[in-house]
């Protein structure tokens, strides 16, 4: 995808994805390793400033307005983080890391962990901090090893602890909280397929609320999959409507309050999601001043 970025930070960050910033990485995957082996007891504010204290956070300082982007997607399940993260992952060239990914690809691993993820996810309750960030930290290493520089998170941070935790090893520079209609995120997680063979997602929801009592109406196509993925669709194992309902109910208790974590600290963008993909697409890029010349081209064609 060809970008073009027209002003802000986004595109200041979006235009420098040359410079060096492995020491990101190195710094991220350092300072939270400790965690993953005494978890119970760590502290971010003194282990991080204290005791693990890497030698490369002036460094990190001084260049973070020379790397490439650090992003979070919050939002609620079924909002659609995954495939707008992915989508301005491809136009920005950096990692797209979703959480939810990571313990997928955990459970089907069939590792130590597996059968205790396995029972947490399938009652659509969070996985501990310990296991999420041990996870989160490995992802990161690989991809430092690979030269990855920049991400941008999706399902992490979900509570306010692992947010501090985030800021206490690095800078993120944006976090973009996706919103849609209540009505239609059952629908949305209900409607979900994911390609078996090239984990692409797919969705048979068609959505069409009528316009009521001065509310507008909104329309989400369903999101069909190609030829070669709709005989190798499945559902997630966790959205059934109980459990969608349960994740739900978690995210108010437990995410809700990482919206005001970096609402208070300027960081958030609100971005509420006028209907499907065709509508919000443009918006969302138009909101971060970003500009995608590809889909413009072939909607031109
Ligand atoms: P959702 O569609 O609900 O946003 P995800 O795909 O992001 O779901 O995550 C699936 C599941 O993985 C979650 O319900 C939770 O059990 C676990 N999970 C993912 N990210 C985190 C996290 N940051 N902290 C704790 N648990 C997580």
């Known amino acids: 995808m060809a970008v073009v970025s027209r002003c802000s930070r986004a595109a200041t960050a979006a235009t420098t994805a040359n410079a060096t910033t492995a020491p990101t990485f190195a710094y991220l995957i350092r300072s939270l390793s400790p965690f993953s082996s005494s978890s119970s007891t760590f502290d971010p504010q003194n282990d991080l400033n204290n005791r693990n204290k890497p030698a490369v956070l002036g460094t990190l300082k001084r260049e973070s307005k020379g790397r490439n982007v650090q992003w979070v997607f919050l939002g609620c399940p079924g909002v659609g ?36 993820l ?44 692992q947010a501090e935790i985030l800021e206490g090893v690095t800078d993120i520079d944006l976090v973009i909280n996706l919103k849609l209609r209540e009505e239609a995120l059952l629908a949305k997680c209900l409607g979900r397929r994911i390609c078996s063979e090239c984990g692409g997602n797919y969705n048979v929801a068609c959505i069409d609320i009528k316009a009521e009592n001065g509310r507008p109406g909104m329309y989400m196509a369903p999101l069909p999959p190609p030829p070669q993925c709709a005989s190798k669709l499945i559902t997630r194992p966790d959205d059934t409507e109980e459990v969608v309902k349960q994740r739900l109910r978690i995210y108010q208790a437990m995410t809700r309050p990482v ?39 072939s909607a031109a064609a």
């Open 81 to 116: 983080k995954g495939t707008y993260a992915s989508r301005l992952s491809n136009l920005l060239g950096v990692p797209h890391i979703s959480t939810g990914d990571l313990v997928r690809d955990e459970l089907a691993s069939s590792g130590p962990l597996s059968s205790q």
């Open 118 to 161: 396995k029972e947490i996810v399938t009652q659509g309750k969070l996985v501990s901090d310990e296991i999420i960030i041990d996870l989160l930290s490995k992802r990161l290493e690989a991809g430092e090893a690979k030269g990855e520089s920049g991400f941008i998170l999706d399902g992490f941070p979900r509570t306010v602890r």
């Open 259 to 297: 919206e005001d974590f970096y609402r208070s600290r300027g960081k958030l963008l609100e971005f509420d999601l006028p209907g499907g993909i065709p509508e919000s697409w443009p918006k969302l890029l138009c909101a971060l001043n970003l500009e995608d010349r590809e889909d413009k081209q």
